[in-house]
């Protein structure tokens, strides 16, 4: 969660690009080495703090705000990474591993010390403190930490293991909201113990990213992976989910984020562009300056 000023997206088979005016122009990083099948990003609060994964491959960190990056930890299939707001604490989960964590601004990893036995890891998600972390399987269950990531317990879901895809978080960690692949959105208000179906939500579909502001009021969920769909908005904690009310036509969204107000939006379609939303997510451009077509 950061104030949307700082922005930073990651290239599946190509580079690093990043934005330092609201996500309207961007441009590519030095990266070492060039290219590589990047997975996830996440970023500090201030933007200052920045860890990338590669699926397969190392984990990379940046501490100058996205210019330049150094790898770190063993290279692994890592599928997600999430930080706190100031970047100290970082998670990073490994698809058919384990749990990894770091207090020390991603310079130095290592398995969380009480976690399930390997699983297909998908999502993961810190409050802004790092205290409070969600992690989901792909074909399993949603895992939370209220130790900084140290243990980790199952959670109950109404329908047992399901093909989760993404988590995410509001500042406090009280909030939360995870999507099914082909199936539904669910939500928890009392930091991740138990969990139901959003009463308000669109038929099953292919949700693939699900994104919260600070005080997750505001929640911005994208279909896609493989099929076309559209963004979805939700102004209530996740109760109520509509369309947003205007939008690229249907394309394969592949990931969301949120600023910390929830005012400024970035979307990401694969393959394709990047889109910017700075109303909330009810209406979506192309983002003016961008790289060609990118996975």
Do not use: H
Request: aromatic share 16%; no cysteine.
């Amino acid at each position: 969660l950061n104030e949307g000023k700082y922005q930073t997206a990651v290239v599946n088979g190509g580079y690093i690009y990043r934005s330092t005016d609201y996500g309207s122009t961007w441009t590519q990083t030095a990266t070492t080495p060039g290219n590589q099948t990047w997975f996830s990003v996440s970023i500090s609060a201030t933007g200052q703090y920045q860890t990338a994964v590669v699926y397969p491959g190392f984990i990379y960190a940046s501490s100058d705000y996205g210019l330049t990056w150094t790898s770190t930890a063993t290279s692994q299939q890592w599928y997600s990474v999430s930080l706190s707001a100031t970047g100290q604490y970082q998670t990073a989960v490994v698809q058919n591993g384990f749990i990894y964590g770091s207090s020390d601004y991603g310079a130095t990893w290592a398995q969380a010390p009480s976690q399930p036995t390997s699983q297909s890891w998908q999502s993961v998600s810190l409050s802004a403190t790092g205290n409070y972390q969600t992690a989901v399987v792909n074909g399993g269950f949603i895992y939370v930490s209220a130790d900084y990531g140290s243990t980790w317990a199952q959670t109950a879901t109404p329908l047992g293991n399901q093909n989760w895809v993404s988590v995410s978080l509001s500042g406090t960690g009280q909030y939360q909201t995870a999507v099914v692949y082909s199936g539904l959105i669910y939500v928890s208000t009392n930091y991740g113990s138990t969990w139901a179906q959003a009463p308000s939500q669109p038929t099953s579909q292919g949700w693939r990213s699900v994104s919260l502001s600070a005080t997750g009021q505001y929640q911005t969920a994208v279909v896609g992976a493989g099929i076309n769909g559209f963004i979805y908005v939700s102004f209530n904690y996740g109760v109520n989910w509509a369309q947003a009310p205007s939008q690229p036509t249907s394309q394969s969204w592949y990931s969301v984020s949120l600023s910390e107000t929830g005012q400024y939006q970035t979307a990401v379609v694969l393959p394709g562009f990047i889109y910017g939303s700075s109303d909330y997510g009810s209406t979506w451009a192309q983002a003016p300056s961008q790289p060609t077509s990118q996975g």
